[in-house]
Nanobody, 124 residues
Framework: QVQLVESGGGLAQAGGCVRV?????????????VGWFRQAPGKEREFVAT?????SNTYLADGRFTISRDNAANTVYLQLNSLKPEDTAVYYC????????????????????WGQGTQVTVSS
């Protein structure tokens, strides 16, 4: 099990960018697939991006986003570019440990551990 803490959300303008971070606890963070999801008011939680344990593989829901990780710092980053008001949501990171390098997941049920979320608000 890993504890996850998101940070870096806030208010941004349409067309701008924001980077949110997910910090994980423990010495084995580098063996976890990490995903980002978001949930807007009244909507279901949706997939945003995921990255394999070593960072070798990524999968993105939108080409405006990038995901990266620094395992030495136990942190995964989500960069949101060309922001739109519809990107407004609470952004959550999630993790699942894996023994297979290159594995990645993108369904909510595939993840075991979740952070509390960070709010990103995009003004028009």
């Amino acid at each position: 099990q890993v504890q996850l803490v998101e940070s870096g959300g806030g208010l941004a303008q349409a067309g701008g960018c924001v980077r949110v971070s997910c910090s994980g606890s423990g010495r084995t963070f580098g063996s976890y697939v990490v995903g980002w999801f978001r949930q807007a008011p009244g909507k279901e939680r949706e997939f945003v991006a995921t990255i394999s344990a070593s960072g070798s593989n990524t999968y993105l829901a939108d080409g405006r986003f990038t995901i990266s990780r620094d395992n030495a710092a136990n942190t995964v980053y989500l960069q949101l570019n060309s922001l739109k008001p519809e990107d407004t949501a609470v952004y959550y990171c999630a993790a699942r440990q894996t023994a297979v390098d290159g594995d990645y997941f993108w369904q909510t049920y595939e993840f075991d551990d979740w952070g509390q979320g960070t709010q990103v608000t995009v003004s028009s």
